[in-house]
């Protein structure tokens, strides 16, 4: 079955950066929509970056400017560069693939098991 693992989490102080990965198997990363989202216990998953297999992206307004996705189609692996961390980025952070070419519409198909990514100040 499809497999999506994330990596690269951690902990590091305000200001630091991390690169989140996501290998996946038995899915082609470039022939889907795959998104980054995170939660942090009571609240509601965060929609954080999408790419589509046109290679638009989309970031949500809080980590623009400081977090870019990507990927690499020879490594089958899509990429969450995270720079100018802040506290209130803390949370579990997923890698989810959806089986569409567009990623504005409809419900992600398969689901990583999430890397933690904590920020001091």
């Known amino acids: 079955q499809v497999q999506l693992v994330e990596s690269g989490g951690g902990s590091v102080q305000s200001g630091g950066s991390l690169r989140l990965s996501c290998a996946a198997s038995?899915?082609?990363?470039?022939?889907?929509?795959m998104g980054w989202f995170r939660q942090t216990p009571g609240k509601e998953r965060e929609a954080v970056a999408s790419?589509?297999?046109?290679?638009?992206?989309v970031h949500v307004d809080s980590v623009k400017g400081r977090f870019t996705i990507s990927r690499d189609n020879a490594k089958n692996t899509v990429y969450l560069q995270m720079n100018s961390l802040k506290p209130e980025d803390t949370a579990m952070y997923y890698c989810?693939?959806?089986?569409?070419?567009?990623?504005?519409?409809?419900?992600?198909?398969?689901w990583g098991q999430g890397t933690q990514v904590t920020v001091s100040s």
């Open positions: 989810a693939g959806k089986l569409d070419f567009r990623c504005y519409a409809g419900s992600y198909n398969f």
């Open positions: 038995r899915l082609t990363v470039n022939s889907v929509c």
């Open positions: 790419i589509d297999v046109y290679g638009s992206t």
